[in-house]
């Protein structure tokens, strides 16, 4: 499928029905396989609505509609029937998660980690920074000697670290001599 235009492909999926209810779904792409004859979906993307589909005041807003991820995993067990991932009318995004609480809500049955990875050149830094209008706050694991395997774990406001956790496990606050040693 190639689909070219002068302002960039569009592909479009259009119900074509008179009404459109609460939870119908309205489009999807699917990708599908054949094996010993047989076709198999291994992965959708689905967008379904989630109201009924009305004009308010001659405007055409009133179309909430949520946008759900499925893929099959390696197991005998069939996974297409949950989302993997949902991005709901919020602008919400669960993973592993049909009912996203947050902007970005992860979930695992035995292991809900988020991993920021650097790319392992230089001096590297991976962390996560909080910023509102009056700054911006940071939690990170940073390699402050090059020669060192691991990190420190760092919270910094405005740049200027404000608590160090070192490797040895010794803690530094607002940039202050070590205080002591974490046994």
Same mark, same amino acid.
């Given at each position: 499928?190639?689909?070219t235009?002068?302002?960039?492909?569009?592909?479009?999926?259009?119900?074509?029905?008179?009404?459109?209810?609460s939870?119908?779904?309205?489009?999807?792409?699917? $990708?599908?396989?054949?094996?010993?004859?047989?076709?198999?979906t291994?992965?959708?993307?689905?967008?379904?609505?989630?109201? =009924? $589909?009305?004009?308010?005041?001659g405007n055409d !807003?009133?179309?909430?509609?949520?946008?759900?991820? !499925?893929?099959?995993?390696? !197991?005998?067990?069939?996974?297409?029937?949950?989302?993997?991932?949902?991005?709901n009318? =919020?602008?919400?995004?669960?993973?592993?998660?049909?009912?996203?609480?947050t902007?970005?809500?992860?979930?695992?049955?035995?292991?809900?980690?988020?991993?920021?990875?650097?790319?392992?050149?230089?001096n590297?830094?991976?962390g996560?920074?909080?910023?509102? =209008?009056?700054?911006? $706050?940071?939690?990170?694991?940073a390699?402050?000697?090059?020669s060192?395997i691991?990190?420190?774990?760092? !919270?910094?406001?405005?740049?200027?670290?404000?608590?160090t956790?070192?490797?040895?496990?010794?803690?530094?606050? =607002?940039?202050?001599?070590?205080?002591?040693?974490f046994?």
């Amino acid at each position: 499928l190639d689909v070219t235009h002068a302002n960039g492909g569009i592909i479009s999926c259009t119900r074509n029905d008179a009404d459109i209810n609460s939870s119908e779904k309205i489009g999807a792409i699917r $990708w599908k396989g054949l094996h010993g004859g047989s076709e198999f979906t291994t992965a959708s993307i689905e967008v379904d609505s989630i109201t =009924d $589909w009305t004009a308010v005041d001659g405007n055409d !807003y009133n179309q909430g509609s949520r946008m759900k991820f !499925y893929i099959q995993s390696n !197991y005998s067990t069939n996974t297409l029937d949950t989302p993997a991932m949902m991005l709901n009318e =919020d602008g919400r995004l669960g993973i592993g998660t049909a009912s996203p609480g947050t902007t970005l809500h992860v979930k695992h049955a035995t292991q809900g980690w988020l991993t920021v990875e650097g790319d392992g050149t230089g001096n590297d830094h991976s962390g996560v920074n909080f910023t509102t =209008d009056t700054g911006t $706050w940071t939690w990170a694991a940073a390699h402050t000697n090059s020669s060192a395997i691991g990190a420190d774990l760092l !919270y910094a406001y405005h740049g200027g670290a404000k608590l160090t956790l070192d490797l040895s496990g010794n803690l530094a606050v =607002d940039g202050s001599s070590t205080l002591g040693t974490f046994d």
